[in-house]
């Protein structure tokens, strides 16, 4: 195991975790003003200012919360970013390419803190930088891994539910899209039972493979450093 300093662990993850979440929300936006709706720029929420896009509770109580429950599960969301279907030309298809925004740009950072990880490793051994950029690109990877395989999840709100409810007929849309009231309810109990972590944590290991490779690590090597930034 590495010694990762509380400093080291704070600076590997807090500019990922920004990023994960601001770029993500900010996508949803881009794309539905793509198709015609407005709305989240008019409201300032085209914006990469993480400020923007915290929910006080879903990105502070509940993760602070869940970081005193044991098994050190972390769950939270961020402020969604408003899309009014109403302004888009074929709302259900339009609002499943809104809602498949969010994971592909999750899916886009991985592959970029993969390359900034395998940039760092490809650096001098005495170089300053080597940890610290080698460190943020593996957080990065790991935050934008948890977040595009759970938003790919087939349960609404989360955008695979509404990519699902875009691609289902609409006989089978409608009564599927009123689950979105329950799906956080849901969500939790999933997670509170484990359930969640057993469905999500074999995607998230053969995604966190794949990165490793292009970051030019061994996936051992990949977890090691992984587990110590995550150490408390």
């Not at 300032?44 to 509770?57: A, V, Y």
């Not at 609404?156 to 009231?181: C, H, K, W």
């Amino acid at each position: 195991m590495l010694h990762v300093s509380l400093i080291q662990q704070i600076s590997a993850w807090l500019l990922p975790v920004l990023l994960a979440i601001t770029v993500h929300e900010t996508a949803h936006g881009l794309i539905a003003r793509r198709f015609g709706d407005h709305t989240a720029e008019l409201q300032g929420r085209l914006t990469l200012n993480p400020f923007k896009h915290i929910d006080p509770i879903g990105t502070i109580l509940v993760p602070g919360l869940m970081l005193l429950l044991p098994g050190g599960f972390i769950f939270g969301w961020a402020k969604p970013v408003p899309v009014d279907w109403r302004n888009f030309k074929n709302p259900k298809q339009d609002m499943a390419w809104v809602a498949v925004a969010g994971p592909v740009s999750n899916l886009l950072m991985g592959l970029a803190w993969a390359v900034l990880a395998r940039l760092a490793l490809a650096l001098p051994a005495d170089s300053s930088l080597k940890a610290a950029l080698l460190f943020m690109g593996v957080a990065g990877i790991f935050v934008n891994t948890i977040l595009m395989v759970l938003n790919l999840l087939p349960l609404p709100p989360l955008d695979g539910g509404r990519v699902l409810t875009g691609v289902l007929p609409a006989r089978y849309a409608y009564p599927f899209s009123r689950i979105e009231p329950y799906g956080f309810i849901i969500l939790l109990a999933l997670l509170m039972t484990g359930i969640l972590g057993r469905v999500m944590w074999p995607l998230v290991q053969s995604a966190l493979s794949l990165y490793a490779g292009v970051a030019g690590m061994q996936s051992g090597v990949f977890q090691t450093i992984l587990l110590s930034l995550m150490r408390s």
